[in-house]
């Protein structure tokens, strides 16, 4: 089992739509959770970050997370063309070897 | 400002070659990584230093070899690389790896190609 699961995708939305990517974990000791929205040849963004249960908003991304039944989410309002990338679900662990862990990614195409 | 800049953006390389990479913020992060990335796979990671010390090697082939000379410099110097070692090579910082300080930022990383 990996520790941080991704549906690789792609995922369709039609423009203006929401967009959902999800990710689940398996390290209990993760702690802090991330999202990257990594364009094809170029290097991961920072998208949002989140450690607490619940949800975080910053402008059109939502970011969701529960520890009990180890979930991360992102959601992507208004979805545009230009959100078209793949996007990356990383875990932190706080304890032991701190690394990121990152999702083998989920590929988001939206459609104009 | 949150900028991690690498340099060079590419390089090629032959395998008897030896070359080095090199990353650079000034942001006053105090743990910095190398991660390999393949196309289509998610970023793999090399090495971290922490505090200018190497706290984590995830069993690299000694052809990889990092250096960190100060806190915003962390180098990576490659000798005898194979094909299979072609790739887009990372860098990335954080504050430090305590909770709460551990958020990465990229930089555009080099896009190597051995031959």
């Known amino acids: 089992q990996k520790e941080v699961e991704q549906n690789s995708g792609p995922l369709s939305v039609p423009e203006g739509a929401i967009a959902s ?12 959770f991330f999202w990257y929205r990594q364009y094809s040849g170029k290097s991961p ?9 619940g949800d975080k908003e910053d402008g059109r ?3 969701q997370l529960n520890k009990a039944s180890q979930y991360v989410s992102l ?4 979805s545009q063309p230009s959100d078209s990338a793949t996007y990356l679900c990383a875990a ?21 | 400002d949150t900028e991690v800049t690498q340099t ?28 390999k990335q393949k196309a289509k796979k ?25 250096e960190c000379p100060n806190s915003s410099l962390l180098n990576l110097h490659l000798h005898a690389l194979q094909p299979e070692d072609s790739a887009l090579y990372l860098c990335a910082s954080s ?3 305590t909770r709460g300080q551990e958020t990465q930022y990229f930089g555009p990383g080099t896009r190597l190609l051995v031959l």
């Open chain 2, 95 to 97: 504050r430090s790896g």
């Open chain 2, 42 to 66: 998610p970023p793999e990671l090399m090495f971290v230093y922490s505090y200018e010390k190497l706290s984590i090697n995830e069993s690299v082939p000694s052809r990889f070899s990092p």
């Open chain 2, 8 to 35: 060079p953006k590419h390089l090629v390389m032959g395998m008897t070659n030896k070359k080095s990479l090199k990353c650079e913020q000034h942001m006053g992060h105090r743990a910095m990584y190398w991660y």
């Open chain 1, 75 to 78: 959601l992507i309002r208004d």
């Open chain 1, 92 to 112: 932190f662990r706080d304890t032991g070897r701190r690394a990121l862990t990152f999702g083998s990614g989920t590929r988001l195409q939206v459609q104009p």
């Open chain 1, 45 to 53: 963004e920072l998208i949002m970050s989140i450690y607490s249960n």
């Open chain 1, 21 to 32: 990517l999800n990710c689940t974990y398996s390290d209990r000791g993760s702690q802090s």
């Open chain 1, 61 to 63: 991304f939502t970011a």
